[in-house]
Nanobody, 122 residues
Framework: QVQLVESGGGLVEAGGSLRLSCAASGSISSIDAMGWYRQPPGNQRELVARITSGGITNYADSVKGRFTISRDNAKNTLYLQMNSLKPEDTAVYYC????????????????WGQGTQVTVSS
């Protein structure tokens, strides 16, 4: 099973940008869909962006227009470019493979990595 390791988080002022990376231990070219989740303090984990193997993307309303998900199959890496960051974007960010059940996306693996902390100051 492919292992995923997130990186790129940090402390940034509101309005700033960060790019997160998710490095896979093996090939991701055969993975149909991948996504970025985030878990704010005291809240549940939520899917904020997803991308299919064909490059089709989808975003949560809260990040639409500010975040961009991409994947580089040659480098076995998933990215999340985050612009115009807001304090409410503060969370631990995770990546995962996705599976589709009756048209809804779910994490394919119940095992999560350490994630990467993003903190946005006001």
């Amino acid at each position: 099973q492919v292992q995923l390791v997130e990186s790129g988080g940090g402390l940034v002022e509101a309005g700033g940008s960060l790019r997160l990376s998710c490095a896979a231990s093996g090939s991701i070219s055969s993975i149909d869909a991948m996504g970025w989740y985030r878990q704010p303090p005291g809240n549940q984990r939520e899917l904020v962006a997803r991308i299919t193997s064909g490059g089709i993307t989808n975003y949560a309303d809260s990040v639409k227009g500010r975040f961009t998900i991409s994947r580089d199959n040659a480098k076995n890496t998933l990215y999340l470019q985050m612009n115009s960051l807001k304090p409410e974007d503060t969370a631990v960010y995770y990546c995962n493979r996705l599976t589709v059940v009756f048209g809804r996306y779910y994490p394919a693996s119940g095992s999560w990595g350490q994630g990467t902390q993003v903190t946005v100051s006001s």
